[in-house]
């Protein structure tokens, strides 16, 4: 990741129980599709067993961020969330200003 | 949530083996205590299967995320997580810009 800043899209959603193996396939496919958009930083998603999932994906600027919403693949895929995938969902757009990491030492 | 802006500090990070129950009495008090804080706006959290956790909690200024930060009770937290309960973690500060919601209509 560059040092900041940088974009990063906040995607906080809860599934709908309707189709699994339909949103599992598109899910993989959109990560898949986005790490090849011009600007793709990087992609973090976690869900948990309440059903909330948290993926951030993080973006160069506001300029690859509009790409890649309206890329075609995803458009479609963003339609289908809205019909059947999602109970609801939360979107953000938001600047990137400071970052750090840590990791442990090895014993 | 208000309109934006706001602040978000996405905190992403892996779980070390150690400590489960001291680690989950501790996270539950932290969301407990975050709440209490002046400028505090909400918090999100998801943790997968494959150890991957994001939290990602919003606040009305930077002000209000140095004040949280600040905090003895927290700083101890910090410092375990540190010593113990992480293998990594990345934090970010982020200016949210724009922001939406979806809902689906009920059947």
Do not use: C
């Not at 899209?9 to 709908?16: E, G, P, Q, Y």
């Not at 339909?22 to 600007?39: F, I, K, N, S």
């Not at 600027?61 to 289908?80: F, M, V, Y």
């Amino acid at each position: 990741m560059p040092t900041p800043p940088y974009y990063a899209v906040i995607f906080t959603s809860l599934r709908s129980p309707a189709d699994p193996e339909g949103y599992a396939v598109t899910a993989e496919r959109m990560v898949e599709l986005a790490q090849q958009q011009p600007g793709y930083l990087g992609i973090e998603s976690a869900r948990g067993d309440d059903g909330l999932g948290i993926t951030v994906s993080y973006w160069s600027s506001l300029e690859a961020i509009r790409g890649w919403r309206e890329h075609a693949e995803h458009r479609l895929a963003q339609k289908n969330g809205r019909n059947k995938w999602y109970a609801r969902f939360s979107l953000r757009i938001a600047r990137v200003e400071r970052a750090w990491d840590f990791e442990a030492k090895a014993d």
